[in-house]
């Protein structure tokens, strides 16, 4: 049985400051994707990365 667990990942916006919760998904690997702020609607940068234990980590920065 293959278990995809979706782990969430607490994401500071660059532009404002807010705090929100997206999803990583561990079975894509490592990944970068943009998403817009729900806040301020700026786009941001959001680097993912799985260190050895599967643990997202979530690099972000100003797009
Ligand atoms: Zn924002």
């Known amino acids: 049985?293959?278990?995809i667990m979706l782990e969430d990942l607490?994401?500071?916006c660059p532009h404002c400051?807010?705090?929100f919760t997206?999803?990583?998904d561990p079975s894509?690997?490592?990944y970068e994707?943009?998403?817009d702020c729900e806040v301020c609607?700026?786009?941001m940068t959001i680097r993912v990365t799985f260190d050895e234990d599967g643990e997202p980590w979530a690099?972000?920065?100003a797009a």
């Open 33 to 35: 994707t943009i998403e």
């Open 17 to 19: 400051g807010a705090l």
């Open 41 to 43: 609607c700026r786009p």
């Open 28 to 30: 894509a690997g490592d």
């Open 10 to 12: 607490d994401i500071q």
């Open 59 to 61: 690099d972000v920065e």
């Open 22 to 24: 997206t999803t990583a």
């Open 1 to 3: 049985m293959l278990w």
